[in-house]
T-cell receptor
């Protein structure tokens, strides 16, 4: 089945560590997105990529980094510079010419 | 289960009732709107969409209404079922720009 796979489902990070969240899609979508979700808030855009080897900052990019070396993969690194990383992270993708997004099942990151 | 929205506006209904979830959008230039459903601990799922040249669109048990004059969007769910319990988000976009999401509404359906 085609879809977006996020891993791991749960991730624990010690303060000062970098962690990388995986997002893989087999939908042949060009555009991919990372969102952060906190309680009481909607989805906030971290980074997005319209095409391989290109990506743009979203609204809350500070403390995060991404890469887009392959069409299928858009990993997100949460760096130690992100002071409040505990959140639910969602990856999405979109076919060019289509407005809607397909979402993965999310990764819940907790700082311990 | 996990909670992704502890302080969201909440709508509580009885099974079988009709539910109406409202959303105020901000950009008068937005030309496409989507409603998503998010169950606890999962990613959002597409429910229904509407373009700005329409004021109503119907799906299976769901209807979206768009009032561009007051920048208001609503989602109506007929004969609400316990499986409809979730957080519902509206999203807007202009052209093929990135989607902008609202804060969400939690729907609780009692048997």
């Amino acid at each position: 089945d085609g879809g977006i796979t996020q891993s791991p489902k749960y991730l624990f990070r010690k303060e000062g560590q970098n962690v990388t969240l995986s997002c893989e899609q087999n939908l042949n979508h060009d555009a991919m997105y990372w969102y952060r979700q906190d309680p009481g808030q909607g989805l906030r855009l971290i980074y997005y990529s319209q095409i391989v080897n290109d990506f743009q900052k979203g609204d809350i990019a500070e403390g995060y980094s991404v890469s887009r070396e392959k069409k299928e993969s858009f990993p997100l690194t949460v760096t130690s510079a992100q002071k409040n990383p505990t959140a639910f992270y969602l990856c999405a993708s979109r076919i060019p010419g289509n407005y809607g997004y397909t979402f993965g099942s999310g990764t819940r990151l907790t700082v311990v | 289960g996990e909670s992704v929205g502890l302080h969201l506006p909440t709508l509580s209904v009885q099974e079988g009732d009709n539910s109406i979830i409202n959303c105020a959008y901000s950009n008068s230039a937005s030309d496409y709107f989507i409603w998503y459903k998010q169950e606890s601990g999962k990613g959002p799922q597409f429910i229904i969409d509407i373009r700005s040249n329409m004021d109503k669109r119907q799906g299976q048990r769901v209807t979206v209404l768009l009032n561009k004059t007051v920048k208001h969007l609503s989602l109506q769910i007929a004969a609400t079922q316990p499986g409809d319990s979730a957080v519902y988000f509206c999203a807007e976009t202009t052209g093929f720009q990135k989607l902008v999401f609202g804060t969400g509404t939690r729907l609780l359906v009692s048997p």
